[in-house]
Structures are given as C-alpha cells and as structure tokens.
C-alpha cells in the first residue's frame, strides 16, 4: 500500500528531538503561551520575511481572527473563491460578514481576478485570496486591480508555506497582502501534531489586535481590552513546530521533484494535470479525470491511497445553499468533480513514485 502521506515517516529523523522537546515543556510547567511560542513566531516571521507573527488555535480561526481584526462594519462583503475548504468560507460567517464568492480560473486552480473586480461595491471590505495546492495566487495584480480602493487583502495560505510569487518574495511576508494566515493541521506542509496555525503581518495595529484577540481581548494578563477568544497555540505544539520549520524548504524542494516526475512520466490521455504557479509547493498535486469513481476504483485496486481537495465547492455545500440559495461556478464545479489528489509525501521513495506513475500509464 503506498499511503497518502506519513508524517511518522516524515519526522523521523527529528522525533527524538521533539520529544525532549515535550518533555521540556512539561517540565517547566509552561504549557500556555510560553517561550516556544514566541520563538516559533520569530522563526515563522524570518521565513516569511514579516514584520510580525502570532501563533494561534488553527487555520480557521486564523482567518476570523484577522477578519475580525479589521474592525468591519456587520454584514460587509468579503470576497473569496468558490474553490477552497470550507473553512476559509466559514471564517466569514464566523465574523458575522458576507461572504461573496468569485470563480476559479478555466486553466489553473486560482480564484479569477478579473471576476473579483466585477464583484466589487461599495460593500465590499475585504478578500480572501487562497494560495490553493501551494500554487501562488498574483496579489501584486490584485494590489493593482484594487488601486486606491480601501479594500483589505487576506490571504488564505494554508496550502502554501514557504511558496514564493514569481519574483521570488515569500507568501506571509513583505506586506504585500494585509494580513496572511496559515494552517499548521498535521498535514500541512508545516505540520503540527494537533491543530495549530498562524496570522502574519507588518502592519502594528493588526498585530495588536490579533494578539489581544487571540487570548480573550487581553495582551497582558487581566488587562481585557477587546474582543476576544482563546484562540491560542499550546506551548507543545510550537516546540514541535520550532523543529519542524527547519525542514520545510527541504521537504519542499522534495516535493517539487516528485511533481516534475508526475509532469513528464505520467502520460494517459485519460488524464489531465492542472497549472501550477512558478514557485509553487505541491501541497497537493492534483490530476483530472473525466470518470472519476472508475479512476478511483482502480487506485484503491492497486492500493495506492489518493486524497479529494474537494469533492465539492463552497456553493454546493447544504449549508451554503441553505443559507444563499443556488448559484452556480462552472469552473470552481468541474474541478471538484474530476479532481484526485496523488500522494505526494515528500517522503516517497524513487520506487513509490514509479510505481505510482507506471500504475497511473496502465490506467
Ligand atoms: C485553504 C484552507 N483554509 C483554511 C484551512 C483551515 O485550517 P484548520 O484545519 O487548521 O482550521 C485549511 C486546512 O484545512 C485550508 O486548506
């Protein structure tokens, strides 16, 4: 059986280290919002290349956090794909706004720019780009598309840690967005081992705000000055996160390698590769294919394990319809419906990706 991906296999070679990690922690009785996490933050911000990084409960809150960080008037409209997880779209209810969703290119993964400036008004406050699959949505575009408009940029880069714009900046930092926010659920490609995830920025008035928000409206203890929840990140997570960082740009390049194999190996008229930006990370690497189930049948056939990202987009959740009644995103609707994800652990061996190729070539 070749897995999906083995975050066992994966850390190896530091599971000794994180466990005396752990074991630190729970000696020094520190386990809320001690020195580990504040020294993840700096590593975090030193990757990205930003002014400023807060640790926090998860991906989802990440993105509700910022939002609410902006101090929107209710209701407002916050632009978002209609291809991403669920979560970046209820992130926006969670902040009582609304969402609006935009469609993905007809050539690539990525939410569509020049629909996002036929979707503004003067409603609109805020847009949640997402860096999908690791592949770089182009914010300077949309920097310029937006002008002088007052319109926050939020991007959603939970699938895209260490990723770079085609010039070569790092998504998270150089204030090209307002805010960045990043996932670090286990299988992400900085993974904790539990939830956790992370808000960067250079801008001081958000970085107050999100760090009082993040601990019940309270920077220093009992000194409760906003909103707030208890949105941390656990002292154990950030010291295991403070050794998995070292490795990212490692297991990343080993990503990109496999993919380059899938590129040019696997050839089958049945299926379709999908376009990555230049600098992508291949969070995941998804192949297309017309009748799907079959295909799917045939991997489990052969044990090869292959994940769905997504089998439906945000307009075809009950919830969604329930709420916005029926629309339609044709582009955001055909990929979710051909869409497999191939395993792509940075951890496969040379044998596994051929196999996994050569099984595909048969297919
Ligand atoms: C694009 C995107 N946004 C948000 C999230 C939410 O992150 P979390 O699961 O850490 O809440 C994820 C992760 O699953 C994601 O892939």
Same mark, same amino acid.
């Given at each position: 059986?070749?897995?999906f991906?083995?975050?066992?296999?994966?850390?190896?070679?530091?599971?000794?280290?994180?466990?005396?990690?752990?074991?630190?922690?729970?000696?020094k009785?520190?386990?809320?919002?001690?020195?580990?996490?504040s %020294?993840?933050?700096?590593?975090f911000?030193k990757?990205?290349?930003?002014?400023?990084?807060?640790?926090?409960?998860?991906?989802?809150d990440a993105?509700?956090i910022?939002?609410?960080s902006?101090?929107?008037?209710?209701n407002?409209?916050?632009i978002?794909?209609?291809?991403?997880?669920a979560?970046?779209f209820y992130a &926006?209810?969670?902040a009582?706004?609304?969402?609006?969703?935009?469609d993905?290119?007809?050539?690539?993964?990525?939410?569509?720019?020049?629909?996002i400036?036929?979707?503004?008004?003067?409603?609109?406050?805020?847009?949640?780009?997402?860096?999908?699959?690791?592949? &770089?949505?182009?914010?300077?575009?949309?920097?310029?598309?937006l002008?002088?408009?007052?319109?926050?940029?939020?991007?959603?880069?939970?699938?895209?840690?260490?990723?770079?714009y085609? %010039?070569?900046?790092?998504? /998270?930092?150089? /204030?090209?967005s307002?805010?960045?926010?990043?996932?670090?659920?286990?299988g992400k490609?900085?993974?904790?081992?539990?939830?956790?995830?992370?808000?960067?920025?250079?801008?001081?008035?958000?970085y107050?705000?999100?760090?009082?928000?993040?601990?019940? /409206?309270?920077i220093k203890?009992?000194d409760?000055?906003?909103?707030g929840?208890?949105?941390?990140?656990?002292?154990i997570?950030?010291?295991?996160?403070?050794?998995?960082i070292?490795?990212?740009?490692? %297991?990343?390049?080993?990503?990109?390698l496999i993919?380059k194999?899938?590129?040019?190996?696997?050839?089958?008229?049945k299926?379709?590769f999908?376009n990555?930006?230049?600098?992508?990370?291949?969070?995941?690497?998804?192949?297309?294919?017309?009748?799907?189930n079959?295909?799917l049948?045939?991997?489990?056939?052969?044990k090869?394990?292959?994940?769905?990202?997504?089998p439906?987009?945000i307009?075809?959740?009950?919830?969604?319809?329930?709420?916005?009644?029926?629309?339609?995103?044709?582009?955001?609707?055909?990929?979710?419906?051909?869409?497999?994800?191939l395993?792509?652990?940075?951890?496969?061996? %040379?044998?596994?990706?051929n196999?996994?190729?050569?099984?595909?070539?048969?297919?």
């Amino acid at each position: 059986m070749i897995r999906f991906y083995s975050i066992k296999k994966s850390d190896k070679k530091i599971e000794s280290k994180i466990f005396k990690s752990i074991k630190k922690v729970i000696k020094k009785n520190n386990f809320i919002l001690g020195n580990e996490v504040s %020294n993840f933050e700096n590593s975090f911000s030193k990757l990205c290349n930003s002014k400023y990084s807060i640790g926090c409960s998860n991906g989802t809150d990440a993105i509700t956090i910022a939002l609410l960080s902006l101090n929107l008037p209710k209701n407002s409209e916050v632009i978002l794909p209609a291809m991403t997880y669920a979560s970046t779209f209820y992130a &926006v209810i969670n902040a009582k706004l609304k969402p609006v969703l935009v469609d993905i290119n007809d050539d690539d993964p990525l939410i569509n720019l020049n629909q996002i400036e036929r979707k503004i008004n003067n409603n609109t406050k805020a847009i949640i780009p997402v860096h999908l699959y690791g592949s &770089v949505v182009n914010l300077f575009k949309l920097n310029r598309i937006l002008r002088k408009k007052k319109i926050y940029i939020i991007d959603d880069c939970s699938q895209a840690h260490g990723a770079m714009y085609d %010039n070569g900046k790092r998504v /998270g930092g150089h /204030g090209i967005s307002n805010i960045s926010t990043f996932s670090l659920y286990p299988g992400k490609n900085l993974g904790a081992y539990g939830d956790a995830g992370i808000i960067t920025t250079n801008n001081k008035k958000f970085y107050t705000q999100i760090k009082s928000i993040r601990n019940i /409206g309270a920077i220093k203890k009992f000194d409760h000055k906003t909103i707030g929840f208890n949105n941390r990140m656990d002292t154990i997570q950030a010291a295991i996160l403070s050794h998995k960082i070292k490795y990212l740009k490692e %297991n990343n390049s080993k990503r990109v390698l496999i993919s380059k194999k899938y590129f040019s190996k696997i050839i089958n008229k049945k299926i379709k590769f999908i376009n990555y930006s230049k600098n992508s990370v291949f969070h995941q690497f998804i192949i297309r294919v017309k009748d799907r189930n079959k295909f799917l049948t045939f991997l489990k056939k052969n044990k090869i394990e292959y994940g769905l990202h997504y089998p439906h987009t945000i307009n075809q959740m009950k919830f969604f319809k329930k709420k916005y009644g029926i629309k339609r995103y044709i582009n955001s609707e055909k990929l979710a419906k051909e869409c497999v994800s191939l395993p792509i652990d940075p951890m496969l061996t %040379n044998k596994e990706v051929n196999q996994i190729i050569n099984t595909i070539n048969r297919y």
